[in-house]
């Protein structure tokens, strides 16, 4: 399905394992880290924390808030757990970098990591100058996103139009929006578009008026936003 996005004046991007390909692994250490972390907390088995790492996840929308609600964690330690993990599996993309760079309008990231965390892997993604700003979690109180109320927190935090708004995030197609809590399927406040990993965004042949077209793989190179094929 062909999307017209020439009306978009902001551009919202989730970080991990969309500003970079999920195939980098960088996201199974920060996984890793994390079942260190519940295990030293609750002294389950290592088999049993991660297991409830994930019903944390599946029924707060983050680990780190159920870890907050049901054993006081202070969100600051959690978070200093990733602060020195390598970025090595981190690389820069000159196309992905002129892309964006060529996206008019408003570039912000949106994140439930941390404030630390988003700036390292910017800096190391090379991405650092071109987004205005980034709504990480402290931001948004510790609601994580696809909650409606973290879309609610940072949309008037940064007066967000979501009618004018493309929503690049590498959450399943399934999951809620967050601008009105429907689906991605049916909803109609912002346009969405699907992507797995920086790879997987969207590869435009220049022509003139500008579409994009065949698999999703990179940021358009087009110099305004055009039609672009939302993942399924």
């Given at each position: ?158 007066a967000i139009d979501p009618g004018a708004t493309a929503f690049i995030w590498s ?14 399927r049916n909803t109609r406040s912002a346009p969405l578009q699907r992507a797995t990993s920086s790879r997987r965004i969207s590869r ?29």
């Open positions: 399905m062909i999307a017209d996005l020439t009306h978009v004046d902001t551009w919202l991007f989730d970080l991990d394992n969309t500003l970079y390909p999920a195939e980098s692994g960088f996201m199974a250490e920060v996984t890793g880290r994390m079942t260190d972390f519940v295990q030293k907390v609750t002294g389950l088995p290592r088999d049993q924390a991660f297991r409830l790492q994930k019903d944390y996840l599946a029924e707060h929308g983050l680990t780190l808030r159920g870890l907050m609600l049901n054993h006081g964690v202070d969100p600051a330690e959690f978070h200093a757990i990733f602060h020195d993990l390598s970025l090595e599996a981190l690389a820069q993309d000159p196309d992905l970098v002129g892309a964006l760079s060529r996206l008019p309008g408003r570039r912000l990231v949106f994140t439930n990591a941390d404030a630390i965390h988003a700036e390292r892997v910017l800096a190391r993604l090379g991405l650092a100058g071109l987004f205005e700003g980034v709504f990480h979690i402290a931001s948004a109180g510790y609601v994580p996103k696809p909650s409606p109320e973290a879309f609610a927190r940072m949309s008037a935090a940064h959450v399943p197609p399934e999951e809620p929006t967050g601008f009105d809590g429907r689906t991605s435009c042949r220049p022509r003139p008026r500008p579409r994009c077209s065949g698999p999703m793989h990179k940021l358009s190179k087009c110099a305004s936003p055009a039609p672009v094929e939302r993942m399924p």
